[in-house]
């Protein structure tokens, strides 16, 4: 799963905006395969982590009723080349980060 | 599920918990608190005492819900909340029309209180967005139509 998420950070007085878009099915286990009538199992992003540096600026829990390809946007106190990592793990124990820099 | 992805899920799990240990993730904020339990309940205020510990809050005007109106699709409902509460601690998101009402907790560990999303909605119903701040519990509502439901099918 790699590259699974797109991350930008722009600074602007003191105040980080994150945007970052994920790639994540989110199925949320309540839905039916159309072809075979079964149900589809819950696959879903659980925890989202956001780190500046070291410190951890954002920590979220998600169920399965996010939106399928999750979009998420923040704001933060922090300063331009300050770098920025975004991770999430999902139901089924897969995991991805990305890291960028503040522009 | 077969042998061979069976495997590597277990060593996903595994590399996992082995970041968790070296220290790399730092245990208590990730892996370790996932609030089952909230996302299960079928009810606002049982998930939020599953969650945050309370199921009242206080109405406040603080707290500003951007939504649209009628949403076409049930499945991306774009969702904004900011508050201009001071010490805001976390925001959850809710949507009481769900079967499951429970959206998302976001821990803001001193950002901004100003979170932007898509979510989910079943049926026409509130957003309900709850913040924490000062150990107390304040929430605000919007009503959003929803024309196609986004959960199931």
């Not at chain 1, 009723?65 to 139901?91: E, M, Q």
């Not at chain 2, 996903?12 to 904020?29: E, F, R």
Request: net charge positive; aromatic share 4%.
């Amino acid at each position: 799963m790699a590259k699974s998420i797109k991350l930008r950070a722009k600074a602007k007085g003191g105040i980080v905006t994150v945007k970052a878009l994920m790639n994540h099915p989110m199925e949320t286990g309540l839905r039916k395969d159309k072809k075979t009538g079964k149900m589809i199992p819950a696959h879903h992003i659980q925890e989202v982590t956001a780190k500046l540096g070291d410190k951890t600026v954002l920590d979220a829990v998600w169920g399965g009723a996010i939106s399928k390809n999750p979009y998420l946007s923040f704001k933060c106190n922090g300063a331009k080349g300050d770098s920025l990592t975004l991770s999430w793990v999902d139901n089924k124990g897969e995991s991805d980060s990305s890291t960028t820099a503040v522009s | 599920m077969n042998r061979r992805t069976l495997l590597k899920r277990t060593l996903a799990v595994s590399a996992v918990s082995v970041a968790a240990s070296a220290g790399l993730l730092a245990p208590g904020q990730v892996l370790a608190a996932y609030p089952k339990a909230a996302f299960e309940a079928k009810d606002a205020s049982s998930a939020l005492s599953a969650a945050l510990g309370a199921g009242n809050f206080e109405h406040s005007d603080a707290i500003k819900i951007k939504a649209p109106d009628i949403a076409e699709n049930g499945s991306v409902v774009p969702v904004t909340i900011e508050s201009s509460l001071s010490g805001v601690e976390s925001i959850s998101l809710l949507s009481e029309a769900n079967n499951t009402p429970m959206v998302a907790s976001f821990n803001l560990n001193g950002s901004e209180a100003y979170i932007s999303t898509r979510i989910k909605m079943g049926k026409t119903g509130n957003v309900l967005a709850v913040v924490k701040s000062g150990g107390k519990l304040y929430a605000n509502k919007k009503e959003v139509k929803v024309t196609i439901g986004g959960c199931g099918g």
